[in-house]
């Protein structure tokens, strides 16, 4: 029997992924702050509309752990891979994250709530 079922996966992945897009979305946001763009309000809004989605998902992520019992903590972290530790009723899974992999996906979800959003504004305004 595995130590974390296939309905949790997602669940603990995400209290990885949503917190370093989080991270990246607010570094992104001080840089367009900073820098010499000449329409930085529609910039900022897209930004600013992902953050509020990233914080909600991370929420219920967060909710639905203490709900069920379940932890992630982050262990060690050298310049290939990161490790963490899910915790499910007890049993400790550990689990070695490639660095890069973790970019990578953090950058495709960022390309998805961009692209969701997009398509949130065409549906809001026809």
Do not use: C
């Not at 990233?54 to 903590?73: A, D, G, P, S, W």
């Amino acid at each position: 029997m595995p130590l974390i079922p296939a309905k949790a996966l997602p669940h603990f992945e995400n209290m990885i992924y949503l917190p370093l897009l989080l991270t990246v979305l607010e570094l992104d946001r001080t840089e367009i702050e900073k820098g010499s763009f000449k329409l930085k309000g529609p910039y900022l809004k897209i930004i600013d509309a992902a953050i509020l989605r990233v914080q909600k998902e991370l929420q219920e992520t967060t909710f639905y752990l203490k709900r069920n019992n379940m932890k992630v903590i982050r262990k060690d972290r050298d310049s290939m891979f990161t490790d963490y530790i899910f915790i499910n009723g007890g049993f400790e899974d550990h689990r070695r994250y490639l660095n890069v992999r973790l970019r990578n996906r953090t950058e495709e979800l960022l390309h998805l709530y961009f692209i969701s959003l997009g398509d949130y504004h065409q549906t809001a305004t026809n």
